[in-house]
């Protein structure tokens, strides 16, 4: 149920497409998973890239870029907003967050910063108002702000940026794309929503909670009350409301299942296929991983990422992606995409305790490899020569 809910399964409409991807394919991906984690580390692509590729396989990147953007006769099917942190999310989600948006206004560092620098504040809306999308180095640039010292990851925000972003959280800018260097930029919401969402007035903040319990529930197809509050970052104490609302309207079951001390729910779109054809390399950021402690639950997989642990204390590597193969988490693999030797690198594998032998895992987990290199646009695999886990004999023999 959850590797179908997430669109995993590689069975009838969710096998991958045997000619070309297109908008058409990612829009059913959007419209099942509801947003993209958005990540700066790009080692292997992009965070917001990778699970479309896990569900669709190799596809043309700029379809999400290209959804991102939108024209004036196709309006945009993504938009950045703070939902499962930054995310991309269809406009509509977007337009349910607008609850939090107002919070954001109010309290917090949006409130301070328009406190701190209230004509800065201003004046930067007007700049935006008047020259459209605009990164945060063309603003600070423009006001002759300097960079301050780099305080919390390395954070060093001019107070342009910080303008910026605290009008980015309270939805009186938004983002209309990002550049070729990842930088965002800002203009005024109403110019980057679509037309059919521009004056709509707010959604009364428990339906819109409410709303986005359902659209998480729906993604996960099974789940807790946590799991559910996890994916658009809300509180246990909604989440559990809007949980029995749902019960309510017919929308949630309460169900048991077996080890899970919590209560669960079965949503009504949930569906239990025979068979799962999975087979996927799973981003650190992909919406099935998101929750741990479901991921523990349901496939035994006890995983941490590892670009925040000091190198010494890795214990699986520094990007690791677990492997989905059939109803299992498989295994795991650290990889590298060295795109000046047009080399995917594979830097760790490991097989899971539980699942096939090791010869079949590392033959899928090869085939994933290969699909992942021509997506990427790398000509070789390659094992490095200091590379660790269980499973890299198995694949170094298979490759």
Not at 65 to 71: H, L, M, Q, V
Not at 119 to 142: C, F, K, R
Not at 180 to 204: H, I, K, M, N, W
Request: aromatic fraction near 8%; include cysteine; charged fraction near 25%.
């Amino acid at each position: 149920m959850a590797i179908h809910a997430q669109g995993l399964a590689r069975t009838g409409r969710q096998a991958r497409p045997s000619g070309a991807v297109t908008m058409a394919h990612l829009q059913r991906t959007i419209d099942r998973v509801g947003l993209f984690q958005i990540d700066s580390v790009n080692v292997i692509a992009r965070a917001h890239l990778l699970p479309a590729f896990s569900r669709l396989g190799p596809y043309d990147a700029g379809l999400i870029d290209r959804a991102s953007r939108g024209t004036p006769s196709r309006p945009r099917r993504l938009m950045e907003s703070w939902a499962h942190v930054a995310a991309y999310v269809p406009p509509e989600t977007f337009h349910l967050l607008r609850y939090r948006m107002r919070r954001f206004a109010e309290r917090g560092f949006a409130a301070e910063v328009r406190t701190k620098h209230p004509e800065v504040y201003a004046h930067v809306l007007d700049v935006v108002a008047e020259q459209g999308p605009i990164t945060a180095g063309q603003m600070h640039e423009l006001l002759g702000h300097e960079r301050g010292p780099k305080e919390h990851w390395g954070w060093n925000w001019s107070v342009a940026k910080q303008v910026l972003e605290a009008c980015f959280f309270t939805g009186e800018l938004a983002v209309a794309h990002r550049t070729s260097q990842f930088e965002r930029a800002y203009d005024l919401t109403e110019r980057v929503l679509p037309p059919a969402l521009v004056g709509l007035a707010e959604v009364e903040e428990r339906e819109a909670v409410t709303t986005l319990v359902d659209a998480a529930a729906r993604a996960h197809g099974i789940g807790t009350i946590g799991c559910f509050a996890d994916y658009f970052r809300m509180s246990v104490a909604q989440a559990t409301a809007a949980v029995q609302l749902l019960v309510e309207r017919g929308r949630l079951e309460p169900v048991e299942v077996s080890g899970w001390s919590r209560p669960v729910y079965l949503h009504a779109e949930a569906s239990l296929p025979r068979v799962t054809h999975a087979r996927a390399l799973l981003a650190p950021f992909d919406p099935l991983v998101f929750e741990r402690r479901r991921l523990l639950e349901l496939f035994g997989m006890h995983y941490r990422i590892g670009i925040y642990t000091p190198a010494a204390q890795r214990t699986d590597g520094y990007y690791v992606l677990p492997f989905l193969l059939g109803d299992q988490v498989a295994g795991r693999t650290d990889l590298k995409a060295d795109r000046a030797r047009g080399t995917l690198v594979v830097r760790t594998a490991f097989k899971e305790a539980e699942g096939p032998a090791a010869p079949v895992v590392a033959s899928e987990m090869a085939e994933e490899l290969r699909a992942s290199a021509q997506w990427l646009g790398l000509s070789r695999i390659e094992i490095a020569d200091d590379a660790r886990g269980d499973l890299v004999g198995a694949l170094r023999h298979v490759l």
